[in-house]
Nanobody, 120 residues
Framework: QVSLQAYGGGLVQAGGFLRLSCEAT????????MGWYRQPPGKERELVAS???????TYADLVKGRFTISRGDSKGIWYLDMSSLKPEDTAVYYC??????????????WGQGTELTVSS
């Protein structure tokens, strides 16, 4: 069993900063890819950022230069640092991971969302 939990959402003023955290627990051999998605009100879920175990990152165009995904010192923790926040960043944010649970098996897992509201 693998479980992901996102933390850190809240209310932030435009231009502010916030860090979201994700913690993965359970029977994990390795985490091959860590990611963050978000779902704005009334819209579909979209990729925000991803980080491979090798250190490669990807970012959505709307957050490039403002958001940073990084891995924590602990095995199953990663972060999304969000700077220069805009009202359009308001969304429920979800962490996601591609996890090796046995020698040859890779599975995707999703955490519960954490809500970010950016006021104007």
């Amino acid at each position: 069993q693998v479980s992901l939990q996102a933390y850190g959402g809240g209310l932030v003023q435009a231009g502010g900063f916030l860090r979201l955290s994700c913690e993965a627990t359970g029977s994990i051999y390795t985490i091959n890819l860590m990611g963050w998605y978000r779902q704005p009100p009334g819209k579909e879920r979209e990729l925000v950022a991803s980080l491979t175990s090798g250190g490669s990152t990807t970012y959505a165009d709307l957050v490039k230069g403002r958001f940073t995904i990084s891995r924590g010192d602990s095995k199953g923790i990663w972060y999304l640092d969000m700077s220069s926040l805009k009202p359009e960043d308001t969304a429920v944010y979800y962490c996601q991971a591609n996890v090796r649970v046995v020698t040859t098996l890779l599975l995707d897992y999703w955490g519960q969302g954490t809500e970010l509201t950016v006021s104007s």
